[in-house]
């Protein structure tokens, strides 16, 4: 698939997909961001480096503008902490040259994708037994 198409492809599948997919994108995004920035380390690429913790830390902040502290009560401010952590991180990582900050952040990341991926899940399994 040519990359004019595929970029196509991944616009009309994010603008069609449910909050909670865009949920998981959002993670998975800065998840991927955050290994690339940890290879750049590795291969000495600061630009690189820079800009993959760049990208990471704009879904993050992203992330955490969207919480609803009216709805999400202590789980919006536990998610809010977590993302200040990983916010945190990356900055470290960008300014220290860090593999340790980012497998930091990558760890906490993948760790709340799981959890959403499992409690999402479990909703449409939970509405397939209503509906079926």
Do not use: P
Not at 63 to 74: A, E, I, P, Y
Not at 75 to 97: P, S, T
């Amino acid at each position: 698939m040519s990359k004019n198409k595929y970029g196509k492809y991944q616009k009309t599948s994010v603008q069609s997909a449910s909050r909670e997919k865009l949920l998981l994108l959002l993670y998975e995004g800065a998840i991927k961001y955050m290994k690339r920035a940890k290879h750049a380390i590795q291969k000495d690429n600061i630009k690189g480096r820079g800009e993959n913790v760049g990208y990471a830390y704009d879904i993050v902040c992203e992330l955490n503008n969207t919480l609803d502290h009216n709805v999400g009560g202590d789980i919006a401010k536990n998610l809010e902490k977590l993302y200040m952590f990983v916010n945190d991180k990356l900055v470290e990582a960008n300014i220290k040259n860090s593999e340790e900050s980012l497998d930091d952040a990558i760890k906490v990341f993948q760790i709340l994708y799981d959890g959403w991926k499992e409690a999402i899940e479990k909703l449409k399994a939970e509405d397939k037994k209503k509906v079926g």
